[in-house]
């Protein structure tokens, strides 16, 4: 008897526990997030074909899409980025580019690989960086040339996911009436 009321009372510490626990990560987990713009990939001067460049560029937008991360995933130009106040640039450089031979790859492991290099950076519309690193995408094994772009895409992906990024800028709504007319002004301030 004393057993069971034991094993009930940890069974019902447990359980409360979990329950006031759940809602703190629940908010934690719904904080505010950025939405990111991807700016188009600059080659670079390392004589990227545009099938990578472009390769690249859609793999980036599916990558940053699956790891939820963002509130929203941008593509260069979007009009959605004029009216977003929580917007970041993610913006990538290819820095090295080393062509591959899919034959040489399936004869042998050792040579054929393709690799890419690229500088990838988010900042704020107004220019202040908030992450900055130095990606590689490989492909070493059997598989396309353009594999190495969805390596690349995965690998900066996870780099962003990886780091902590600063909260997003919340809105200061401050009215001013205007003196001359009834009209309200609302003026919205960032930090």
Do not use: C
């Amino acid at each position: 008897m004393k057993t069971d009321r034991r094993a009930l009372s940890v069974m019902a510490t447990t359980l409360l526990t979990l329950v006031i626990a759940q809602p703190a990560r629940l908010s934690a987990e719904s904080g505010a997030q950025w939405t990111v713009q991807v700016s188009k990939v600059d080659p670079g001067a390392v004589g990227l074909p545009p099938s990578f460049q472009v390769a690249i560029y859609e793999n980036l937008l599916q990558e940053l899409s699956k790891t939820k991360r963002f509130k929203g995933v941008l593509r260069d130009g979007d009009r959605k980025a004029a009216n977003a106040t929580d917007l970041v640039l993610l913006k990538t450089v290819v820095e090295k580019y080393a062509a591959g031979s899919e034959t040489q790859r399936a004869v042998t492991t050792v040579t054929g690989a393709t690799k890419l290099t690229a500088h990838t950076q988010l900042s704020t519309p107004d220019g202040k960086i908030i992450l900055e690193r130095t990606v590689h995408g490989n492909l070493r094994f059997v598989g396309s040339n353009l594999r190495a772009t969805h390596n690349l895409a995965r690998n900066i992906a996870k780099a962003i996911t990886k780091s902590s990024l600063p909260e997003p800028p919340s809105p200061v709504v401050t009215k001013a009436m205007n003196s001359t007319s009834s009209d309200s002004v609302v003026k919205v301030e960032f930090p």
